[in-house]
């Protein structure tokens, strides 16, 4: 209850002020529109040329990474001697 009185005091007291000290208020309004959008802006460049340096950053990392035939192979090779293994050791845990 306290903040609903006090807040309706602060917007009566900011209309009779904007009322008495219109012309102050724009010149205020006048001086700060400009810087903030000075400051928007830079914001929104350094942003931007964030947002492009992660864009290259990920072109870079999405070369081709692709094995040679051999390489292939070896793998496969690999992988297939591993799974004898474990087939090895799956019917030893049998017996």
Do not use: C, R
């Not at 209309?15 to 006048?30: D, R, T, Y």
């Not at 040329?49 to 290259?56: G, Q, V």
């Amino acid at each position: 209850m306290k903040t609903l009185i006090g807040g309706a005091i602060g917007a009566v007291l900011g209309i009779v002020g904007m009322s008495v000290w219109w012309k102050p208020f724009l010149q205020l309004l006048a001086g700060a529109v400009p810087v903030m959008l000075l400051l928007g802006g830079g914001l929104a460049i350094y942003l931007g040329f964030d947002e492009l340096k992660d864009s290259w950053k990920k072109n870079d990392t999405s070369e081709d990474i692709s094995l040679g035939s051999n390489e292939t192979e070896t793998v496969k090779q690999d992988i297939d001697d591993l799974k004898k293994d474990v087939e090895t050791l799956k019917s030893d845990k049998k017996k």
